[in-house]
């Protein structure tokens, strides 16, 4: 497939460098404020180094890479809330094109689930988005073999850089600040991790599963999720956790229609209980019990990965 990458970061810059190899071509790739598109396929390569050298993509507008030629959008830009854009008007864009689109990006179908799925119903294109759930975790595609009706709940641990500071704080018995920082230096985290520390990111992900979940008349955002983050944990309630066999973790629940992210205490020899930049998803499924699939970490690669085997499996539809 031809492939139009929408965001150059992290996970963008490796789903490009990693295309080639699943036996797709990029056509075009863009930033937020320039593109570079050749309907033959762009040096990948060329253009990742002009970025690091240039800060920039290309010489073309970043709009370029909407009309430019291709089967699949990649949209992978930062999450945001609210109306999800622009990440909504780039989906928009290629559906009424009749292009399909794989997301990297939670907040359109955390935000505007309904309004992708109408504009998906009147195109010849499709949206999937096996990546906006806990990275390289198979999670959505366990939902769709099983069916969403037989599913009872979900929980998980599904933000590494959370599970990875309540590791450190229980471990070696030190303070927030402390851990945060090292995970920085570490590059685990990002100069700003509110979205991850106070619970914004798994509460987009427990939106997107429960509209999965959702009859078709029911629709779930952020502002369903009732959500209490990590920065005030005292290292008291962990030594106390501890010394009753527990253990901390920052839990994304959805049951019910409700839906639920706070720290919960859990079993140190529980599926929940990963360690590090771990994640893991809890299924609990009728007439099958649970079924947990976990993740060492959500790295770019992975990420890019899960994007590329999503595209992979729009072309075999």
């Given at each position: 497939m031809k492939l139009s990458i929408i965001g150059a970061g992290t996970v963008g810059s490796r789903v490009a460098e990693l295309a080639d190899s699943y036996g797709h071509t990029v056509t075009a790739i863009s930033d937020s404020t320039s593109a570079v598109t050749d309907a033959s396929?762009?040096?990948?390569?060329?253009?990742?180094?002009?970025?690091?050298?240039?800060?920039?993509?290309?010489?073309?507008?970043?709009?370029?890479?909407?009309?430019?030629?291709?089967?699949?959008?990649?949209?992978v830009t930062p999450s945001t809330l609210g109306d999800a854009e622009p990440a909504f008007n780039h989906i928009a864009t290629a559906l009424r094109r009749d292009r399909h689109v794989v997301l990297g990006n939670k907040s359109p179908m955390a935000q505007r689930y309904r309004d992708v799925r109408e504009l998906e119903e009147n195109s010849a294109g499709e949206v999937l988005f096996e990546a906006t759930i806990g990275g390289p975790i198979?999670?959505?595609?366990?939902?769709?073999?099983?069916?969403?009706?037989r599913v009872i709940s979900i929980k998980g641990v599904f933000n590494g850089l959370a599970n990875f500071i309540l590791s450190r704080m229980t471990a070696e018995g030190l303070g927030y600040e402390h851990v945060l920082a090292e995970a920085q230096d570490?590059?685990?985290?990002?100069?700003?991790?509110t979205f991850d520390v106070?619970?914004?990111d798994t509460a987009l992900t427990c939106s997107i599963l429960a509209n999965v979940l959702a009859e078709s008349d029911t629709e779930f955002t952020v502002d369903d999720v009732s959500i209490e983050g990590i920065t005030e944990i005292?290292?008291?309630?962990?030594?106390?956790?501890?010394?009753?066999?527990?253990?901390?973790r920052l839990l994304g629940e959805v049951r019910d229609g409700q839906l639920r992210v706070a720290p919960r205490t859990v079993p140190q020899n529980s599926p929940l209980a990963v360690t590090g930049p771990q994640t893991v998803v809890e299924l609990d499924i009728q007439d099958a019990g649970q079924v947990n699939v976990t993740s060492s970490a959500a790295t770019s690669t992975e990420v890019a990965s899960t994007i590329l085997t999503d595209v992979n499996r729009l072309e075999r539809q």
């Amino acid at each position: 497939m031809k492939l139009s990458i929408i965001g150059a970061g992290t996970v963008g810059s490796r789903v490009a460098e990693l295309a080639d190899s699943y036996g797709h071509t990029v056509t075009a790739i863009s930033d937020s404020t320039s593109a570079v598109t050749d309907a033959s396929g762009v040096d990948v390569h060329a253009v990742l180094e002009d970025k690091r050298e240039s800060g920039t993509i290309g010489n073309e507008e970043s709009e370029s890479a909407l009309e430019a030629e291709y089967d699949c959008l990649v949209e992978v830009t930062p999450s945001t809330l609210g109306d999800a854009e622009p990440a909504f008007n780039h989906i928009a864009t290629a559906l009424r094109r009749d292009r399909h689109v794989v997301l990297g990006n939670k907040s359109p179908m955390a935000q505007r689930y309904r309004d992708v799925r109408e504009l998906e119903e009147n195109s010849a294109g499709e949206v999937l988005f096996e990546a906006t759930i806990g990275g390289p975790i198979p999670v959505l595609s366990t939902i769709h073999d099983v069916g969403p009706d037989r599913v009872i709940s979900i929980k998980g641990v599904f933000n590494g850089l959370a599970n990875f500071i309540l590791s450190r704080m229980t471990a070696e018995g030190l303070g927030y600040e402390h851990v945060l920082a090292e995970a920085q230096d570490l590059g685990i985290a990002e100069v700003d991790p509110t979205f991850d520390v106070e619970g914004t990111d798994t509460a987009l992900t427990c939106s997107i599963l429960a509209n999965v979940l959702a009859e078709s008349d029911t629709e779930f955002t952020v502002d369903d999720v009732s959500i209490e983050g990590i920065t005030e944990i005292p290292g008291s309630a962990l030594n106390l956790a501890r010394e009753d066999g527990k253990t901390v973790r920052l839990l994304g629940e959805v049951r019910d229609g409700q839906l639920r992210v706070a720290p919960r205490t859990v079993p140190q020899n529980s599926p929940l209980a990963v360690t590090g930049p771990q994640t893991v998803v809890e299924l609990d499924i009728q007439d099958a019990g649970q079924v947990n699939v976990t993740s060492s970490a959500a790295t770019s690669t992975e990420v890019a990965s899960t994007i590329l085997t999503d595209v992979n499996r729009l072309e075999r539809q």
